[in-house]
């Protein structure tokens, strides 16, 4: 019973360029929402949030989208960079007292190119 | 200011053997997750603990597993009479309350 699902297992994008990283979730429950980065042989990093009660989010060259209705959330980064070559995973949370326990998704690995 | 540190980063156990996994959360976090990343799967919560509670652990397997967070010290994560089928990457994360979570290094576990 997979309860969030990233779709695209890769994503390969020309530096400068948006990428766009999507995630769908099933369970109505989750009300906080984190995008990871993650290296190989490296712990996840925390990237950016989305709380449910808003619809976007902008860090930098990160903004996430949240669609509620649609149960769909979705990562952009604007520009890629070749830095940005990672493993990127959706987990929401459904928070209560606290955001650490998370649904991870499979991941999408992103790869820009120079 | 350092993060969380997680120790061993690799460890090797012959089967039947225990495994323990340390994890120090960083500064003034008191709530400690465990998760474990299987060959090629994604992460799996594992255990939340608060200093000497075991909060949720309804990902913990139901035998060998054992989770502890005490009032001095690291977290350890306890697998007893390892099998092949741990073998995996464990990533311990901290958070404050209502904050996002921040994660270590991971422990390499190898079960041979």
């Known amino acids: 019973d997979q309860q969030v699902k990233q779709n695209s297992p890769s994503l390969s994008v020309q530096e400068g360029r948006i990428s766009i990283l999507n995630c769908d979730y099933t369970?109505?429950?989750?009300?906080?929402f984190l995008w990871y980065k993650k290296y190989p042989a490296e712990g996840p990093t925390f990237l950016i949030s989305i709380s449910s009660i808003k619809d976007k989010n902008e860090d930098g060259r990160f903004t996430v989208f949240l669609n509620k209705s649609a149960k769909h959330l979705s990562l952009h980064i604007v520009p890629s960079q070749p830095g940005d070559s990672a493993v990127y995973f959706c987990a929401p949370a459904s928070g209560g007292t606290s955001y650490g326990k998370l649904t991870f998704g499979q991941g999408t690995i992103l790869t820009v190119h120079p | 200011n350092a993060g969380v540190m997680q120790n061993p980063r690799h460890l090797v156990r012959r089967r039947g053997q225990e495994a323990r996994l340390r994890c120090s959360p960083m500064k003034g976090h008191s709530h400690v997750y465990w998760y474990r990343q299987l060959p090629e799967e994604g992460l799996k919560f594992m255990v939340y603990?608060?200093?000497?509670?075991?909060?949720?652990e309804s990902g913990m397997p139901k035998e060998r597993f054992s989770a502890e967070f005490p009032k001095e010290g690291p977290s350890i994560l306890r697998i007893q009479q390892v099998v092949r089928g741990d073998s995996a990457a464990y990533f311990c994360?901290?958070?404050?309350?209502?904050?996002?979570?921040?994660f270590g290094q991971g422990t390499r576990l190898t079960v041979v």
């Open positions: 369970n109505s429950m989750f009300d906080y």
């Open positions: 994360a901290s958070s404050q309350l209502r904050f996002e979570a921040f």
């Open positions: 603990l608060q200093k000497e509670n075991i909060i949720d």
